[in-house]
């Protein structure tokens, strides 16, 4: 039986209906927490995840659409949960979007929407949930980075200014909320076999002339060590440690879930 560990807590996941975001959200859960999900889609499906979530977890968990791209859908998304659940305790800022370009032929509007989505929707959701946390004397920021949070890639301009941007503001954040009760902290994952990832493989495949094998060992795990994918079920189960009484001193650093990436 999973240990309640986060029972009567609220957290708000965003970009939580696939991938990361949504193994977050269900370890989450999981440990009890009471928990709004997102996304800007508002579909039914999205509203049907969160009642699963929610009799699988006996939890109460609800879906509220936003962009990530827009300040105040930001901001809404976290009061509106605030409302709906009593607060906002946890916040993972996991929503995210990427382009591939060398730097003179980057579109400026894929550069500003990822710096958008990846990155000042992070400012924007934190700086709303700060003083509900206070407000309860106790609080979790974590942040999902990246190892391009930490290192950088050809091609990845964008991205990789918007990670780093994203450690920048979790040291900050940190500073900010020392010794009041509250945490922040960026968890940076290498290649995570996510529903994404797992679809890039068979254009790969035929790009390269490989195998499945040897485009996932050649192409996609050339940088990380281990060989092996981390999984999301990893990278929820960090955001719960990251959450749990255990971490109450670990404040302002990166974890690396990235098989030895940024060991080299």
């Known amino acids: 039986m999973v240990e309640k560990s986060l029972a009567g807590k609220v957290a708000v996941v965003t970009g939580s209906n696939s991938g990361i975001g949504l193994g977050v959200a269900e370890a989450l859960a999981a440990a009890g927490a009471k928990l709004a999900i997102n996304s800007f889609t508002d579909r039914d499906e999205d509203h049907a995840m969160a009642r699963d979530l929610a009799r699988k977890h006996g939890v109460e968990v ?68 700060l003083p509900l946390m206070r407000g309860k004397g106790w609080g979790r920021v974590v942040n999902i980075a990246s190892a391009h949070g930490l290192t950088a890639s050809p091609y990845k301009s964008a991205y990789v200014a918007a990670k780093h941007g994203i450690v920048g503001l979790t040291k900050v954040t940190a500073l900010e909320t020392a010794g009041e009760g509250i945490t922040c902290n960026a968890i940076c994952p290498g290649y995570v076999l996510t529903p994404i990832v797992e679809a890039q493989i068979p254009d790969q495949m035929k790009t390269h002339k490989m195998s499945r094998e040897d485009v996932i060992a050649k192409v996609m795990l050339a940088r990380q060590p281990s060989g092996e994918f981390a999984t999301v079920e990893q990278m929820g189960g960090t955001a719960v440690f990251l959450c749990s009484d255990a971490a109450a001193q670990i404040t302002g650093t990166t974890i690396s879930v990235d098989g030895g990436w940024t060991a080299m």
Not at 86 to 108: D, S, Y
């Open 62 to 129: 609800i879906y509220l659409a936003a962009d990530m791209s827009k300040p105040d859908d930001c901001r809404a998304l976290v009061t509106q949960a605030a409302e709906k659940l009593g607060g906002c305790e946890i916040l993972v800022n996991n929503a995210g979007i990427q382009h591939v370009a060398p730097i003179p032929e980057f579109p400026t509007e894929k550069w500003d929407a990822i710096l958008a989505i990846n990155l000042s929707s992070a400012f924007h959701t934190t700086a709303a949930a």
